[in-house]
């Protein structure tokens, strides 16, 4: 990626419209890099960056007002290690599933499988 694109989306107010819920919002990029095509939505959907050609490039000191917008910022370790969290327990979760529900496939080879039913050698 070439630095003119990296340099596209920072500090630059983006319009974000929800897969989902149709809400549209507005997206604070604070940081110097590039920002993701989509998000998540409070509905539990996803948001898409539409009407690229109508990002605002703002101050880099820029500050919305409260309940104006979102803002993307950097990820603190903090922040990383709740996410983490939040990811095994859904991971978690998921493999649960899996195994309670007992309905799903996979496939081995035949000296795998060799081994699991015992017959050794
Ligand atoms: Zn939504």
């Keep these: 990626m070439s630095e003119n694109q990296k340099a596209t989306e920072a500090y630059h107010l983006m319009q974000y419209k929800c897969d989902t819920c149709g809400k549209l919002s507005l997206i604070w990029n604070s940081r ?5 095509f989509c998000c998540s939505c409070a509905c ?6 539409i009407n690229w050609g109508s990002d605002v490039r703002m ?24 996410l983490a ?3 095994d327990d859904k991971v ?17 080879s035949s000296e795998e ?9």
């Design 44 to 49: 539990g959907g996803v948001r898409n960056h």
């Design 59 to 82: 101050d880099p000191e820029y500050v919305p007002w409260p309940g104006y917008c979102d803002v993307f910022i950097d990820l603190s370790p903090e922040r990383a290690k709740e």
């Design 85 to 87: 969290m939040e990811y």
């Design 92 to 108: 978690r979760k998921l493999t649960e599933s899996f195994v309670n529900d007992c309905c799903s496939v996979d496939i081995i």
């Design 113 to 121: 499988y060799g081994k699991l039913c015992g017959s050794g050698s």
């Design 32 to 36: 110097d890099s590039v920002t993701p």
